[in-house]
């Protein structure tokens, strides 16, 4: 079966840490373009981070320096690690593989 399954959200306060993974199967990981998007209420889904087969990453600037995207092909699991969380952070964030295949999503909360 095709799938992502996000895990790792929850609700942390303001300049907290969380680390979200994706768990991916049913198609060949390593060779898939990753990415994480978030979409906050009332907002449209947008591009947080993306890493590439090779391991190239982009991230948006507003989480440059505070955001890490990461792969393991070993373990079909692309990560996001994110520190000095703001509450502008808050979101539903969701894996995407090559722009086609997207999982439920996990929610991330920030508060003071």
């Known amino acids: 079966q095709v799938q992502l399954v996000e895990s790792g959200g929850g609700l942390v306060q303001i300049g907290g840490s969380l680390r979200l993974s994706c768990a991916a199967s049913?198609?060949?990981?390593?060779?898939?373009?990753m990415s994480w998007y978030r979409q906050a209420p009332g907002k449209q889904r947008e591009l947080v981070a993306s890493?590439?087969?090779?391991?190239?990453?982009n991230y948006r600037d507003s989480v440059k320096g505070r955001f890490t995207i990461s792969r393991d092909n070993t373990k079909n699991t692309v990560y996001l690690e994110m520190n000095s969380l703001k509450p502008e952070d808050t979101a539903v964030y969701y894996c995407?593989?090559?722009?086609?295949?997207w999982g439920e999503g996990t929610q991330v909360t920030v508060s003071s």
């Open positions: 890493i590439t087969s090779g391991g190239i990453t």
């Open positions: 995407n593989a090559n722009f086609i295949l």
């Open positions: 049913g198609f060949t990981f390593s060779s898939y373009f």
